[in-house]
């Protein structure tokens, strides 16, 4: 069992910056990929970005490109999310999720455990 937390949402103006965290703790010592989700208000959850176990490979939805780094450190059992250039279609609950294999992925079926979600919010 792996259990994930996040912290560090709020309200930003549009073209502001945020970071989000997300600590893991329970089983970690088998390693696990780390990601990143979001649902805006009547929409359903996409994927955000993701991390392998190591750091050394990523993912990111192409909304976010450019604009939204993923990164972890494990001794720290924590993977972070930088949001530069915010905007308000950013505003979204913000999931942190992990799942028991080594490679980033995009597909939230294949994580099996979840936060509870942090609220991002990005005025225009």
């Known amino acids: 069992q792996v259990h994930v937390v996040e912290s560090g949402g709020g309200l930003v103006q549009a073209g502001g910056s945020l970071r989000l965290s997300c600590v893991a703790s329970g089983r970690t010592s088998s390693g696990y990929a780390l990601g990143w989700f979001r649902r805006a208000p009547g929409k359903e959850r996409e994927f955000v970005a993701s991390?392998?176990?190591?750091?050394?490979?990523?993912l990111y939805a192409d909304v976010v490109k450019g604009r939204f780094t993923i990164s972890r450190e494990n001794a720290k059992s924590t993977v972070y999310l930088q949001m530069n250039s915010l905007k308000p279609e950013d505003t979204a609950v913000y999931y942190c999720?992990?799942?028991?294999?080594?490679?980033?992925?995009?597909?939230?079926?294949?994580?099996?455990?979840w936060g509870q979600g942090t609220q991002v919010t990005v005025s225009s």
């Open positions: 999720a992990a799942r028991t294999g080594w490679d980033p992925n995009s597909r939230f079926h294949e994580y099996d455990y």
């Open positions: 991390v392998s176990w190591t750091g050394g490979a990523t």
